[in-house]
Nanobody
Framework: QVQLVESGGGLVQAGGSLRLSCVAS????????MGWYRRAPGKQRELVAT???????NYADSVKGRCTISRDNAKRTVYLQMNSLKPEDTAVYYC???????????WGQGTQVTVSS
């Protein structure tokens, strides 16, 4: 089992930046793949970005060029740097982890990101 704790959300004006962090504890062998997802009000949860142990990354088209996912394995932490934020980025952002992409079976509680226009 893996426990994930997100932080770094908040209220920011359009065009601003935020960096989300997610610290993992527990069975680190189940954090080979990690990612960020988000759920906006009234919408389904969607992928934001993923990263493998080998630092292979993948991004949703909606955030490409604006967001960067990274990980510090020594700190068991994954980050999401978000720049040029837009009101449509407003959502609860969730950290996820798993033994492989497509099997992210541990989830954090989420952190709220609100972007004002």
């Amino acid at each position: 089992q893996v426990q994930l704790v997100e932080s770094g959300g908040g209220l920011v004006q359009a065009g601003g930046s935020l960096r989300l962090s997610c610290v993992a504890s527990g069975n680190i062998f189940r954090t080979t793949a990690m990612g960020w997802y988000r759920r906006a009000p009234g919408k389904q949860r969607e992928l934001v970005a993923t990263i493998t142990l080998g630092d292979r990354t993948n991004y949703a088209d909606s955030v490409k060029g604006r967001c960067t996912i990274s990980r510090d394995n020594a700190k068991r932490t994954v980050y999401l740097q978000m720049n040029s934020l837009k009101p449509e980025d407003t959502a609860v952002y969730y950290c996820a982890a798993g033994p492989q992409l497509g099997n992210l079976d541990s989830w954090g509680q989420g952190t709220q990101v609100t972007v004002s226009s």
